[in-house]
Each structure stands twice: as structure tokens, then as C-alpha cells.
Nanobody, 123 residues
Framework: QVQLVESGGGSVQAGGSLTLSCATS????????VAWFRQFPGKEREGVAT???????TYFDSTKGRFTASRDNAKNTLYLEMDSLKPEDTAVYFC?????????????????WGQGTQVTVSS
């Protein structure tokens, strides 16, 4: 059974930092593209960052320079360090995995999803 479990969400003031973790099981983590997405109320999920199996990381425009995504293949876990948080970063954050060594930015191409974790940034 595939499981992706996010942790680390919460509330923070603008300018603060949070680190999200996503522990995975039931997948061959090292051969999967993994990613972070977020979803604003009433909106579709949008990409935050993708990490290919060989480590190449792609960031989406709104988070470049402030967020750092990483993966630890030995721990089957991916991370998202979020710095200089803004109120407009408030969303539910999801981790996802795709059974391919390469990534795309489309949520529809990801097979496995975590349950999501709320991040709230107050001004």
C-alpha cells in the first residue's frame, strides 16, 4: 500500500519559516519523481517544486528563491523548506510521487498523493 504522509504545516507570521516533510512508503522512492504542490481555496493545485530521481530540482515562479525542495532517498522522504513566507503562501500543501525518473509540472501526471497539510501565514 502506497502512503505519503506530510507533516510540519502550521501557522507562522509573515517573514517566518516552516519546513514540511513527506514520508513515503510502498513505492520505490529512488526511482520516482517527487513534488510539492499547493492549493488555494477554490483553485486548482499548482506546482511548487519537482525533484527528479537523479536530483534535478525545478521551482515554479512564485516560490523561486524562497523555497528549497530536497529529497533523501535513504529515508524515502522529501522536504520543503519555506523561508520569507508571505500571506499569499497560505494554502494546503501536498506532496506527490510519479513512477518515473523524470518530472512534469502537471498534477494529473502524479499517481500518489499525500493528504495535505495546511500552511497559514499571517500578516
Amino acid at each position: 500500500q502506497v502512503q505519503l504522509v506530510e507533516s510540519g504545516g502550521g501557522s507562522v507570521q509573515a517573514g517566518g519559516s516552516l519546513t514540511l516533510s513527506c514520508a513515503t512508503s510502498g513505492v520505490t522512492f529512488a526511482t520516482h519523481c517527487v513534488a510539492w504542490f499547493r492549493q488555494f481555496p477554490g483553485k486548482e493545485r499548482e506546482g511548487v517544486a519537482t525533484i527528479a530521481s537523479f536530483g534535478s530540482t525545478t521551482y515554479f515562479d512564485s516560490t523561486k528563491g524562497r523555497f528549497t525542495a530536497s529529497r533523501d532517498n535513504a529515508k524515502n522522504t522529501l522536504y520543503l523548506e519555506m523561508d520569507s513566507l508571505k500571506p499569499e503562501d497560505t494554502a494546503v500543501y501536498f506532496c506527490a510521487a510519479r513512477p518515473s525518473t523524470r518530472c512534469t509540472g502537471s498534477p494529473a501526471t502524479f499517481h500518489y498523493w499525500g493528504q495535505g497539510t495546511q500552511v497559514t501565514v499571517s500578516s
